[in-house]
């Protein structure tokens, strides 16, 4: 089995770390740069930062967010938010970023996922995928864009396929119905796309409990948990995490 990873996230908003449940009623969480010392010194693997606003906005990620958490730290920081250019993805590179993560314009034009990965290579680029619950979809899921405020008709799985197929090195999949309830992660949504693609998936949008990262890996399929809720508000530790998994058989690095 592959090495797990564990993937704290910052949603970023007006400068600080925020948190919300199904992508509204956010809370403060924080200072982004503390965040990351903390993140780092407790073992997270990756480090995820998400302008969320940006794309609502209609306006790019912040760059010196991006400088101000990657000069604190030494873990690959994947920033999402905004991005819709190649442009986009240079500047964000040159302010620390390791990885890009986009969703939105991806979608809107699927040609910037082959011409992102051709430039800055694969493993720069994931696709981000927020979805929710549609009976009409073949997997059960659709795409929505847009901070999750419009659906665009896509199955989600099928669209995860088309990504990989274009270069995308990661998908990270969030399911709407979950995010922020700390219910656990969307499993049938997780499985459908780890199902459609054969690229690391990032678990993202639930995690309350420590057999929520076991059941993402196990039933779900995803090679990355990505959490916020239960980090930002020291419910679990990244070290608890990756021991429960460890004593399940999981290979995490400790």
Not at 137 to 162: C, L, P
């Amino acid at each position: 089995m592959l090495n797990i990873m564990i993937m704290p996230c910052l949603d970023m908003k007006d400068g600080r770390v925020v948190k919300g449940i199904h992508f509204v009623e956010l809370k403060d969480a924080g200072d982004p740069v503390e965040n990351a010392v903390f993140y780092q010194r407790e073992g997270a693997d990756e480090l995820a930062l998400l302008d969320i606003a940006a794309t609502l906005e209609n306006r790019k990620t912040r760059l010196e967010w991006v400088k101000n958490v990657s000069s604190v730290i030494e873990i690959p920081l994947t920033v999402g938010g905004g991005i819709s250019t190649l442009q986009d993805i240079e500047l964000l590179l040159e302010a620390g970023a390791n990885k890009v993560s986009m969703n939105s314009a991806a979608v809107k034009r699927p040609e910037l996922i082959g011409e992102a990965a051709g430039q800055f290579g694969s493993g720069t680029i994931t696709v981000a995928i927020d979805a929710h619950r549609n009976p009409a979809m073949i997997s059960g899921f659709e795409v929505v864009v847009a901070g999750g405020t419009r659906a665009v008709g896509k199955d989600a799985a099928e669209w995860a396929k088309q990504c990989e197929e274009l270069g995308a090195g990661a998908i990270l999949p969030t399911s709407m119905d979950g995010d922020g309830t700390q219910a656990g992660y969307d499993l049938a949504f997780t499985k459908a796309i780890s199902d459609a693609v054969t690229v690391p998936v990032i678990a993202s949008g639930g995690a309350g409990k420590l057999s929520d990262f076991y059941d993402a890996v196990t039933q779900g399929g995803a090679s990355i948990l990505l959490a916020a809720s239960v980090f930002h508000y020291r419910t679990l530790s990244i070290r608890e995490v990756k021991e429960y998994l460890r004593d399940r058989g999981i290979d995490v690095s400790l």
